[in-house]
């Protein structure tokens, strides 16, 4: 036995010589105690002239304390010379959500033990840029209450990569009028924030979603509120927005009251009478 002891005492002596005669860049810091997780690539799609990649990063604090996100910065590819994007402060408060909130606030940087945020990126690029075929990213945090002055460490070069597959070109569904489109894609709609767990699994079937209403000769949505048909969209024709091939179809479902939410939603009715369309192997 005391062999054996003096065995192990002298490998553990030989590790700690060993690791103090390496260079200082070998000897990596752990970083921050964050999991970081992109559950669905980004697709590049044009949107009022712009090019868009939308895409959320789901942080979960592994850490026994409070972590905070300090600054968030975007590449594209390998080129770390010129950020794509550099966030920080209220701006990337904004676009950070706990999960299970509705919405976010001041304090939405600070992720607090064992908790999950969401961060909902919205990076625009000039309408002639080639997209990148991955996103890296630099996030900065301090682990700690927010006003201690922690010690920041940086989780650096975390990738994620760019779909490639062809976008389809949409024509509209009406055949004229003016329409609006209400909460339509933006950073901050209800649609964009909508993430929703299913069968054990989140969804976000709403990320480019958008509420069309037609608005009348009086310049308003309606004439009177009472009845769906006082409504200038109600019986309005509505064509599929590309060729496809019609998956299902859910109808029979009553009408609700204006304004007036149904007694039971259920997964069932909730979408209300739909049809579904596949427009593409993945859409």
Known sequence: MRLSCA???????????????LPAGFARERGPRVEVVCPSAPVPVKLAGKQ????ELHVTNFDTVPVTLKRLEVFADADESQPLSIISGDALSAIMIEAGSMSATKDSRTIGSAKRTIIFMWIELPPD???PAVLLHRMVFAAGE???????????KFPVVVSQDAVPLLSSPFDGGIWLAGNG???????????IAIDGHIH?????AIDWVKVGPNGDSHDGTARNDNWWGY?????????GEVTQIVDGI??????????????????????????????
């Open 52 to 55: 868009i990649l939308v895409y």
């Open 7 to 21: 065995i192990v005492e002298r490998c553990f002596y030989t590790l700690a010589v060993i690791l103090l005669m």
């Open 235 to 243: 019986g309005e024709s509505i064509h599929s927005v590309a060729d």
């Open 185 to 195: 894609p933006s950073n901050d709609s209800g649609h964009r924030l909508s993430v």
């Open 254 to 283: 009553p009408e609700n009251t204006p304004r007036i939410l149904p007694t039971l939603t259920t997964l069932d009715n909730i979408a209300g009478n739909y049809v579904t369309v596949r427009i593409a192997s993945n859409r």
């Open 129 to 131: 840029k080639r997209a």
């Open 204 to 208: 976000l079937a709403q990320r480019f």
């Open 146 to 156: 927010p006003e201690s002055n922690a010690a920041e460490t940086a989780l650096e």
